[in-house]
């Protein structure tokens, strides 16, 4: 009898600390997610204008003091290379922190160029992956890292949803992540135009305010809709990222991952990460009292029998 | 009576210093050629023939819009700008920034309930119209086609007599 209740008891105790627990969790879930700095800054990549020049990866390899190219970077040639059996084209390195692809859709009968680099994520999952806190989403939109802090441990290259962070594989004593910083500490700090934008001929890189950028992209869609694919990419993707881009044609023919989720990376995790305080105030105590109450007669039988057995 | 002369004198040269003026201005309206210096870092200055570009080109508001007294084609702009009145600014330079993302272009981008807003800087403004009208008329489109190389530019494009040793093929990723 006294066995049927205990178990009635634990049950009825395990479902209601389940809710009490669930309950803050649901809270933290729709906490909501950060939506950027006010004032963060982006850029407006407008592939229309782009005409494949690479001046931004010339400009970018000086600003950034990074090693002298393989090939010069007018030799347009390197648009031919492809990687792993020509399944990918080239992608950001430890001495390029943006790289141009081109691509050819059907319907153009003109090549599209493609600037890929960092996008500056409003939440980056680098920075939420960083178990070291090297990264830091500045006010100013940069996403940026302390390279001193870095332990190489590459979770942000497998958590980057555009496949940014590159690795200093050529360093054999202290390798780290290297990455596009927006030319925070030269020039975004200061409010000037990073490298890259201030190059660009064609002015296919608009830098400002990522809220005016949005206007301006929308400006742009809504005078000629037929020259834009009616969507901006980088505007719900992933939360939102700092770099923008509109286009002629479907992103997902100009390599752009058109499958990513419109909720920040770190919302995957933000459940559960928000139990974890919950679990470990409630669970000892909750459980400490549970195991009282259950041993209580236990005790006192295991007592008795204790006693019978010495009677005997 | 001295004095008066002397106010007459300067009225009849200001009238033709005035005319002067406006015989020159007459005159510059349709320059042969343009030097286009603003922007000389990494390239040199371009000799731009405006006389073969008028020819061309046939309506000014192709590269002027509204500004020539021309009119505008495009019917966005001709909202505004369908009078057809000759400006006393017909320069790129005049409109179009050299510093399209300084500190107060950038809050000029905030007021959105303004008209150009989203205007070009002058390089910008100068390689999409250029670019795209030589694009479809085949004209000259490589960089160099139009403006050399300076010794500057070579660095940095790591090309000329910078141009890297070994020219294999990149070990990316």
């Known amino acids: 009898m006294s066995k049927v209740s205990r178990r009635k008891f634990l049950a009825g105790g395990l479902a209601g600390g389940a809710a009490v627990m669930l309950a803050p969790a649901e809270k933290v879930l729709a906490a909501g997610s950060f939506s950027g700095f006010p004032d963060g800054m982006g850029v407006l990549v407008d592939l229309t204008r782009c005409v494949g020049c690479r001046s931004c990866e010339a400009a970018c390899n000086k600003e950034q003091q990074l090693p002298a190219p393989d090939l010069p970077f007018d030799d347009l040639s390197v648009f031919d290379q492809t990687f792993h059996q020509g399944t990918q084209k080239r992608r950001p390195t430890e001495k390029a922190y943006t790289v141009v692809n081109r691509y050819r859709p059907e319907e153009l009968d003109k090549p599209v160029y493609r600037k890929i680099q960092c996008n500056h994520c409003n939440e980056p999952a680098c920075l939420t992956s960083c178990f070291v806190n090297a990264y830091t989403k500045t006010k100013e939109g940069a996403v940026i890292y302390d390279s001193s802090v870095c332990v190489g441990c590459r979770n942000c290259m497998i958590a980057c949803p555009f496949n940014v962070p590159a690795y200093s594989y050529s360093e054999v004593l202290s390798p780290v992540v290297k990455k596009c910083i927006f030319c925070y500490d030269s020039r975004v700090k200061h409010g000037q135009p990073p490298a890259c934008v201030e190059i660009c001929p064609a002015q296919a890189l608009t830098f400002g305010k990522r809220k005016d950028l949005l206007k301006i992209a929308r400006m742009r869609l809504k005078k000629s809709p037929d020259k834009y694919q009616q969507e901006i990419y980088g505007e719900k993707q992933v939360g939102g990222t700092g770099w923008l881009y509109i286009a002629e044609t479907p992103f997902e023919e100009l390599g752009f991952d058109t499958s990513l989720q419109q909720e920040p990376i770190i919302d995957n995790v933000k459940g559960f990460l928000g139990m974890v305080p919950m679990v470990l105030a409630i669970w000892p105590a909750l459980f400490t009292g549970f195991h009282l109450l259950a041993t209580k007669h236990k005790d006192h039988a295991h007592d008795d029998s204790r006693v019978e057995e010495e009677k005997r | ?173």
């Open chain 2, 1 to 173: 009576m001295f004095v008066a002369s002397s106010w007459h004198l300067r009225g009849v040269l200001l009238i033709l210093i005035s005319l002067l003026l406006a015989v020159t201005s007459y005159a510059m309206d349709a320059p042969e050629t343009i030097e286009i210096d603003a922007l000389t870092q990494y390239y040199q200055r371009v000799e731009f023939n405006h006389q073969l570009h008028v020819e061309v080109a046939e309506d000014c508001s192709v590269c002027h819009h509204h500004t020539t007294g021309t009119g505008t084609t495009d019917p966005y702009c001709g909202k505004c700008h369908g009078q057809f009145e000759e400006l006393d600014v017909v320069s790129c330079a005049d409109c179009h920034s050299a510093e399209p993302f300084s500190a107060e272009s950038i809050h000029r981008q905030s007021q959105q309930d303004l008209f150009h807003v989203d205007m070009n800087g002058l390089k910008g403004a100068y390689h999409q119209n250029c670019l795209g009208c030589h694009q479809e008329m085949d004209g000259p489109t490589g960089c160099q086609d139009c403006h050399a190389r300076t010794e500057l530019g070579d660095e940095l494009y790591h090309s000329g007599k910078f141009a890297p040793k070994s020219t294999g093929q990149a070990a990316s990723h």
